[in-house]
Nanobody, 128 residues
Framework: VQLQASGGGLVQPGGSLRLSCAPS????????IAWFRQVPGMAREGVAG????????YYSDSVKDRFTISRDNADKTVYLQMTSLKPEDSAIYHC??????????????????????WGPGTQVTVSS
């Protein structure tokens, strides 16, 4: 199954965008999902992670209080509401899921090698 991310685009500094991510097959089951971002030549960075069942969410320090991850369990869509965007938020944003959640998720959510499925991502550019 592929994860389909959408909602990226060009926005001015201080602006907002909402990204969406949904599996291509709605029968696909996952227990946790996260948003990562990557700038060419840089390591992929975990931005936000969520346990799908109870909605517990975690954020990187760089986006905390500006980004919000949420979900719609009815159609298994996850959103990333981004506000107060800065030029350094410019990147390709990917969503990823994992089938298993352990009690160390509070720490491991940010590590890309703990995720099973990925999508091609959506470009976010913050520029005046």
């Amino acid at each position: 199954v592929q994860l389909q991310a959408s909602g990226g685009g060009l926005v001015q500094p201080g602006g907002s965008l909402r990204l969406s991510c949904a599996p291509s097959d709605r029968s696909f089951e996952y227990y946790a999902i996260a948003w990562f971002r990557q700038v060419p030549g840089m390591a992929r960075e975990g931005v936000a992670g969520m346990i799908r069942g109870d909605g517990t969410a975690y954020y990187s320090d760089s986006v905390k209080d500006r980004f919000t991850i949420s979900r719609d369990n009815a159609d298994k869509t996850v959103y990333l509401q981004m506000t107060s965007l800065k030029p350094e938020d410019s990147a390709i944003y990917h969503c990823a899921t994992r089938a298993i959640v352990t009690n160390s998720f509070w720490y491991t959510w940010r590590y890309q090698n703990t995720y099973d499925s990925w999508g091609p991502g959506t470009q976010v550019t913050v520029s005046s």
